[in-house]
C-alpha cells in the first residue's frame, strides 16, 4: 500500500506542474507577465488563475500524501520514486501540452527508469 501512495505523490505532483504550466500560459497571466502590468497586477492575475489555484492545490494534497509515505518507510527507500516525476511531468508535457522533448532528453528518462529499478530490486 506504502507504494501506491509513493506513486500517487508523484502522479499528484507531475500533474500539478502540468496544470501550472497550463495556468502560466492563459492569456490573462501571460499578459500580465509580459510586462504591460505592474508586479502586483501580475501576482494578481496569477493567484486568480483557476488553473493555478488548482495546480498548487493538487501539488499540496500530494505534499501530504507524501508525508504519510515518510511516516512508514525510510526516506532513503522513498525518495529515488521522487525522480519518477521527471519522468511523469516529461510524458505529460508532451500528452497534455504539445510540448516536444530531444533524443537526448528520452535517453535521460530511459537512464532515470533504469535507476530506479536498480535501487528497487536492490531493496
Known amino acids: 500500500m506504502t507504494y501506491v501512495l509513493i506513486l500517487f505523490s508523484v502522479c499528484l ?16 497571466v501571460a499578459e500580465a507577465l509580459a510586462g504591460g502590468a505592474s508586479p502586483l497586477q501580475a501576482i494578481g492575475a496569477i493567484a486568480r488563475s483557476p488553473f493555478v489555484i488548482g495546480g498548487l492545490a493538487c501539488y499540496g ?9 515518510l511516516s512508514r518507510i525510510p ?20 500528452v497534455a501540452l ?11 528518462i530511459l537512464l532515470i527508469i ?10
Open 61 to 69: 494534497f500530494g505534499a501530504i500524501v507524501w508525508l504519510l509515505v
Open 75 to 94: 526516506v532513503s527507500h522513498a525518495y529515488p520514486f521522487v525522480s519518477l516525476g521527471i519522468v511523469l511531468t516529461a510524458l505529460a508535457g508532451v
Open 114 to 123: 533504469s535507476g530506479i529499478l536498480c535501487i528497487a530490486v536492490g531493496r
Open 13 to 28: 505532483s507531475a500533474f500539478s506542474q502540468v496544470i501550472l504550466r497550463f495556468g502560466m500560459t492563459r492569456p490573462d
Open 98 to 108: 504539445g510540448e516536444s522533448i530531444s533524443l537526448t532528453a528520452c535517453l535521460g
